[in-house]
């Protein structure tokens, strides 16, 4: 184990928690949210040609390597990968390029009062990713994952009902993003690493959202102040959750096969020594591997916001359209605002046709919670919407792995979770928040 390694890790991830989590005296906010507030104040003016330019180019590119195949897009790994075969992606940059020239050159009513907080909310999300890119390396990067995954692995069996490695998948979701976690786990799966079984339960039950996700949507409603409780207050009442869908319909019946036949041999990952030594010396060795790249950092993300900023403004605008303009999602979701309502969520018939529409874009709850204006309502139903863990994205990825999962099995998970997230975010929110003060 390296002094330098171990210097490197604790300094690093020290001054990230302090950048992202203590308030400078005199402000009430943090270095990292003053940096984001200053930037978007000083974007404010031209917030929508921002959002213009954004989406036009993001759509150029697409057109030209979905359906041109021009070979600067082609040909470079980063760029196909981003733009070619999209064809999805390019109806939604379609329908999020007629909304932004509406915005800012028609006559549209209609659509331009409906789209008019998704447009703010969306510049500032690139300003809000980009800024977090570049300073989120230090809590992601060097080594506090690792010493994280030391103390966890003992419990993940029988609890979650996974082998222990699993908490590399959970740590990579809360670090990295969702998607990637649920991409490693189907690799996992196609190796016999992990059974379907054990697959199903990781993407469905252990894929905790970001933490730069979760800045975001805090953002977005004006609570970034309580990201560090409301991120912990999120994961336990989600796992709490996951505890209980694991061993329930239809998760307890999925046949525990491998792909191969008979599971791949599993390396412990143990070292020798107490748990300290153990989650140092890992923090240490992963400090030390990592370089700190700032303009990579900035155009991986810039590419990534092109698979949900536009998706957020096309499919957001007609969501609110549906919302403002007809009856029959909050009709069918009135069961469930019942549901919300019974455990404290006032005006829940207000919020369950989103909670329900969730899946298909998580960014969309906060689009109602930015008007509401009492944080025990907004951090509770964004627990509840950052606990379903069943998304349209990742979900399409698991549904692409032959073999592992269907859309009936997913369906049930997801039930089972959209309804058993209200008690739990209830009952946490008051071990949290309103018994701590």
């Known amino acids: 184990m390296s002094k330098k390694g171990v210097a490197k890790s604790l300094g690093l991830t020290l001054l990230g928690i302090v950048l992202f989590l203590v308030k400078i005296p005199g402000q009430g906010q943090s270095v990292f949210n003053l940096i984001v507030s200053t930037i978007e104040n000083i974007l404010e003016p031209v917030n929508a040609w921002v959002l213009f330019i954004f989406i036009g180019v993001s759509l150029f590119g697409t057109i030209c390597g979905t359906c041109l195949h021009a070979p600067f897009i082609t040909k470079n ?19 999020a390029f007629f909304v932004i020239v509406s915005y800012l050159f028609l006559p549209f009513d209609i659509i331009n009062t409906e789209s008019d907080a998704l447009v703010t909310m969306c510049a500032n999300m690139v300003v809000f990713m980009i800024v977090a890119k570049l300073i989120l390396p230090l809590l992601s ?17 029988p609890l979650l009902k996974v082998p222990g490695s699993a908490v590399i998948n959970m740590l990579t979701g809360m670090f990295v993003s969702v998607t990637v976690a649920v991409v490693m786990a189907i690799d996992q799966f196609q190796k016999s690493v992990y059974n379907r079984r054990e697959t199903v339960i990781i993407i469905s039950c252990l894929t905790i959202p ?19 409780i409301f991120y912990l207050y999120m994961c336990v009442a989600a796992l709490l959750v996951s505890v209980i869908v694991v061993r329930l319909f239809p998760i307890r019946k999925i046949p525990e096969v491998y792909v191969g036949g008979a599971p791949a041999i599993e390396t412990s990952g143990k070292a020798d020594g107490p748990k300290w030594r153990r989650a140092l010396a890992g923090a240490s060795e992963k400090a030390l591997a990592t370089r700190y790249h700032p303009v990579d950092n900035v155009i991986s993300m810039v590419l990534n916001m092109i698979s949900f900023i536009p998706y957020t403004l096309a ?123």
């Not at 990067?141 to 069996?157: A, C, I, T």
């Not at 609570?223 to 560090?228: A, I, K, Q, V």
């Not at 874009?361 to 204006?373: K, S, Y």
């Open 210 to 228: 970001s933490m730069p996700f979760t800045m975001l949507v805090l953002q977005n409603i004006g609570e970034m102040d309580h990201f560090g």
């Open 315 to 437: 499919w957001g605008t007609l969501m609110k359209l549906i919302l403002a303009h007809t009856g029959i999602v909050n009709i069918l979701t009135w069961p469930y605002a019942m549901w919300m309502q019974l455990f404290g969520i006032p005006d829940a018939v207000h919020f369950a046709p989103v909670m329900v529409l969730n899946f298909i874009d998580v960014v969309m709850p906060t689009v109602l919670l930015a008007d509401v204006h009492n944080a025990a309502v907004s951090l509770r139903i964004l627990c509840m919407t950052l606990g379903e863990m069943v998304y349209i994205a990742p979900l399409l990825l698991a549904l692409g792995c032959q073999g592992l999962t269907n859309i009936k099995e997913q369906g049930a998970v997801w039930l089972l979770r959209l309804i058993l997230m209200v008690p739990a975010a209830a009952l946490m929110y008051q071990v949290f928040f309103a018994l701590g003060g």
């Open 141 to 157: 990067d060097y080594g506090f994952s690792e010493m994280l995954e030391v103390y966890l692995r003992p419990v993940m069996k």
């Open 77 to 95: 790994v980063r760029l196909a990968n981003c733009f070619v075969d999209k064809k999805m992606q390019l109806v939604t940059l379609l329908v």
